[in-house]
């Protein structure tokens, strides 16, 4: 039986695209910053030219310096163009409400 040669994905996504990008993990390891340098996805997506981009494993917010383990997924995410809490709000307020009353 083969052993399992350790590796990471960094993964970004855009509403119609996305892309994942599998690493092979070196002995001396990586961090989630330089796994997101070596994806190459900095030219793949110009968006990311300029940035420092914010980092997460599997959803959770992490630091550029943090240590990757095997089948660890670096997910680059881009910035919230709304407060989703805002936009709540705006989407309730223009439902129109049928037979709605204020209770008193």
């Known amino acids: 039986m083969a052993e399992h040669a350790p590796s990471i994905e960094v993964a970004y996504a855009l ?3 996305q892309r994942v990008v599998r ?3 070196p002995p001396t390891g990586l961090t989630a910053g330089q796994a997101f340098e070596l994806a190459g996805l900095r030219q793949e997506f110009p968006e990311l ?3 420092v981009p914010v980092l ?5 917010p992490c630091a550029a310096d ?3 383990r095997d089948g660890d997924r670096v ?12 936009r709540r709000r ?3 307020a223009a439902t129109p409400r049928k ?3 204020r209770p008193r």
């Open 15 to 17: 509403p119609d695209r």
């Open 49 to 51: 030219l300029g940035q």
């Open 99 to 101: 037979g709605w009353k």
């Open 23 to 25: 690493l092979a993990l």
């Open 66 to 68: 943090r240590p990757l």
């Open 90 to 92: 705006e989407q309730v």
């Open 75 to 86: 997910e680059i995410y881009r910035p919230l163009r709304t407060d989703p809490r805002v």
């Open 56 to 60: 997460g494993i599997y959803g959770v």
